[in-house]
Nanobody, 117 residues
Framework: QVQLVESGGGLVQPGGSLNLSCVAS????????MSWYRQVPGNQRELVAQ???????EYNGAMKERFVISRDNRKNTVYLQMNSLKPEDTAVYYC???????????WGQGTQVTVSR
C-alpha cells in the first residue's frame, strides 16, 4: 500500500507564500499522476492541480496564476508552490496519487493551510 505524506502547511498572512511537499513511499512513483486537492469544511474536495510522470501539469482554472505544481521523480516527491495567498485559499490540502487506467488511487492525510492576519 503506497503512503503519501504531506508537509509544509501552516499559518501565513495574505500575500504570503507556502510550499507544500508530498513524499510517496513507492519506487514506482514515476507512473503515478500526482495531484493536489483542497477542501473547506462543508464543501466538496476540489482539484487544484495535477502533474504526470513526464512533468506535464494541468491546473484548475485561475489557480494557475498563483500556484505551481512540480515533481522530483528521484525524490518521489510532488510540490505545490502557492504564492499571493488569499484568505479564501484557507483549506486542508490533500496529496493524491493515481495509477494509470484507474487501477488504483491513494490519498495523503492532508495538511492545513490557513491564510489570515
Amino acid at each position: 500500500q503506497v503512503q503519501l505524506v504531506e508537509s509544509g502547511g501552516g499559518l501565513v498572512q495574505p500575500g504570503g507564500s507556502l510550499n507544500l511537499s508530498c513524499v510517496a513511499s513507492t519506487p514506482a512513483f514515476i507512473v503515478y499522476t500526482m495531484s493536489w486537492y483542497r477542501q473547506v469544511p462543508g464543501n466538496q474536495r476540489e482539484l487544484v492541480a495535477q502533474i504526470n510522470g513526464r512533468g506535464e501539469a494541468e491546473y484548475n482554472g485561475a489557480m494557475k496564476e498563483r500556484f505551481v505544481i512540480s515533481r522530483d521523480n528521484r525524490k518521489n516527491t510532488v510540490y505545490l508552490q502557492m504564492n499571493s495567498l488569499k484568505p479564501e485559499d484557507t483549506a486542508v490540502y490533500y496529496c493524491n496519487g493515481k495509477l494509470p487506467y484507474g487501477s488504483g488511487e491513494t490519498w495523503g492525510q492532508g495538511t492545513q493551510v490557513t491564510v489570515s492576519r
